[in-house]
C-alpha cells in the first residue's frame, strides 16, 4: 500500500467515525442513565431495609448542589443522596426533667415552652418558678428548629429559639442552669391546630393561680401549665454510611422530581402567585422510611404564600398521599430552558427541543417510592406530544401559568411510573 492509499484510508476512517459518533454518544448517554437509576434503586431499598432492621426511621437527604456552590441556578441540582435516620427523641437530661407551656402574650398563635426540673437550688422568689422547681440543662447543639416538641398530649413545631442562641439552625443550649435562676424557653407553634387547650395553674412568678389573684389582676402573664414530661422528636440527621454519587453527567432533576400530582421539589416562578413563589432554600429533600418499610414521611422548605397573602418560608412535611417520583436525567440539561418552542416548526425540530428537558426526554429515568407499600421501580420516561397535550389548570385560577404548563408535561411523562411499570431491557 502506497503513501497515498493510506492516507485516503485514513481519511474515509476519520469521516466514518465523525459521522458515527452522534449516532453512538445518545446511546452512551441513555445507558449511563438507566444505569444510574438502577444503582439509586438500589441505594434506596438498602436504605428502606435498614429501616426495617432497625425499626426506626431511616431514609435519604437529597442534597442540593446549590449548599455548595451557593448559586440558585443548582437548587434543581442533585448529585449527592446522603443517608439519613432519626434520632432517639430527646426527653431531657434524667428522669426529672419536665416542660412547662404557656401562651405567647406577645405573639399570637404562638406558645412559650420551658425547660425545668425538680430541685430547690434557688430561692422560690428568685427564679420565677414553682416551690420544688428549677432550671434545668438543654443540651448544646442537638436540638434544631423544626423538631416537633410533644407534651401534655399535644405537638408542637420549634419555630423560634426564644432564650437559647442560635447556630446553623441548631439551638446552642442552655448549662448554665446550676448557677442561672431562670430556665430556657423556645417558641414553637401547635401541629394542625385545631384551638388546643391550655390549662394555666401558675402565673409568671411562678405563684399557683386563684380565683382571687385572677380577678384583683395581681397574677402577670405568661400563665404556665403544669410541668409535664415532654418528648422532642429530632430532625434526620446524617449516619457513617457512605452517600451514593451520581456519575459526572448525571443528576437527580429536582426541577421533575416529587410526589406524583404535586408541585415538583423545585421550582421557580416569581409571576405565579396562585400557588407558589420562589423555592430559596438550599436544604436538602428529606425522604423517610417507616420501620414497615413504607414512607413515613416527605420533608423539605419552601417559600410560599400564607393566608395573609405574605411570603413566608415554612417546612412541608407530611405523609405522601400518592407515590414519589425521582427523575434521573442529564446534569447539562439542569435548570430547565424555559425559552424552548415545543409546539412550532417541524417534528423533528420539535423533538430536538423536546429532548432538551429532562421530564420530556425519553433516555431519562424515573425512580418511583410507593408511598404505602414502599415498593422502589424504575420506569421508563414515557412519549408525550406536548402539541395535543389537554391543558390542567392545577391551581384553577383560570389560566395556564407556567407551572400549570410545566406539571401537564411532567404529569404525562409519569405515566409508566404512576402505574410503577418496571423498566425491562438494558
Known amino acids: 500500500m502506497t503513501l497515498i492509499e493510506l492516507l485516503i484510508v485514513i481519511v474515509i476512517l476519520a469521516t466514518l467515525t465523525a459521522a458515527a459518533l452522534p449516532i453512538l454518544t445518545p446511546t452512551t448517554s441513555g445507558r449511563r442513565l438507566r444505569e444510574t437509576s438502577r444503582s439509586l434503586n438500589t441505594y434506596l431499598t438498602q436504605q428502606q431495609s435498614q429501616a426495617i432492621s432497625t425499626r426506626r426511621p431511616v431514609g435519604v437527604a437529597l442534597k442540593r448542589l446549590s449548599s455548595e456552590t451557593g448559586r440558585a441556578a443548582d437548587r ?34 404562638q406558645v412559650v415552652l420551658d425547660f425545668i426540673t425538680r ?12 416551690l420544688g422547681w428549677d432550671a434545668d440543662l438543654v443540651a448544646p447543639i442537638l436540638l434544631r428548629l423544626g423538631d416537633v416538641v410533644e407534651v401534655l398530649g399535644n405537638q ?4 423560634d429559639s426564644g432564650t437559647m442562641a442560635i447556630s446553623n439552625s441548631y439551638l446552642e443550649g442552655h448549662l448554665g442552669a446550676s448557677s442561672s435562676a431562670t430556665p430556657a424557653q423556645i417558641g414553637a407553634v401547635p401541629i394542625n391546630n385545631t384551638g ?36 422532642i422528636h429530632r430532625q434526620p440527621v446524617t449516619t457513617s454510611s457512605d452517600p451514593f454519587q451520581l456519575p459526572e453527567g448525571t443528576a437527580i432533576d429536582l426541577e421533575a422530581s416529587g410526589i406524583v400530582g404535586e408541585v415538583p421539589f423545585h421550582y421557580e416562578d416569581g409571576d405565579n402567585t396562585a400557588e407558589l413563589m420562589e423555592n430559596v432554600s438550599d436544604g436538602p429533600v428529606f425522604i423517610m422510611f417507616s420501620p414497615e418499610g413504607n414512607v413515613e414521611r416527605v420533608q423539605y422548605r419552601r417559600v410560599q404564600y400564607n393566608q ?36 412550532g416548526g417541524t417534528e423533528t425540530e420539535r423533538e430536538t427541543e423536546k429532548a432538551k428537558l429532562n421530564w420530556l426526554n425519553l433516555e431519562s429515568r424515573w425512580v418511583t417510592i410507593g408511598s404505602q407499600n414502599g415498593n422502589i421501580v424504575t420506569t421508563e420516561n414515557a412519549f408525550v406530544n406536548v402539541a395535543t397535550l389537554p391543558p390542567v389548570d392545577f391551581d384553577q385560577d383560570g389560566s395556564m401559568s407556567p407551572l400549570d404548563i410545566r406539571r401537564t408535561q411532567i404529569q404525562a411523562a409519569q405515566e409508566f411510573a404512576r402505574e410503577m411499570r418496571r423498566t425491562t431491557g438494558g
Not at 430541685?119 to 414553682?130: A, I, K, R
Open 76 to 109: 434543581g441540582v442533585c448529585l449527592e443522596v446522603v443517608p439519613v435516620e432519626v434520632p432517639v427523641p430527646y426527653a431531657g437530661f434524667d428522669e426529672n426533667s419536665r416542660m412547662r407551656v404557656a401562651l405567647n402574650p406577645n405573639v399570637p398563635g
Open 119 to 130: 430541685g430547690n437550688t434557688h430561692q422560690p422568689n428568685s427564679d420565677n418558678l414553682p
Open 156 to 159: 408542637y413545631r420549634i419555630v
Open 196 to 231: 388546643q387547650l391550655i390549662e394555666p395553674v401558675y402565673d409568671a412568678a411562678g405563684q399557683r393561680l386563684s380565683t382571687a389573684s385572677i380577678r384583683t389582676g395581681n397574677s402577670a402573664s405568661p400563665f404556665w401549665s403544669e410541668p409535664c414530661p415532654y418528648k
Open 308 to 343: 395573609d397573602g405574605n411570603l413566608v418560608s415554612s417546612t412541608l412535611l407530611g405523609i405522601p398521599a400518592t407515590n414519589i417520583s425521582l427523575l434521573v436525567g442529564s446534569r447539562e440539561l439542569i435548570p430547565a430552558d424555559t425559552t424552548l418552542d415545543l409546539v
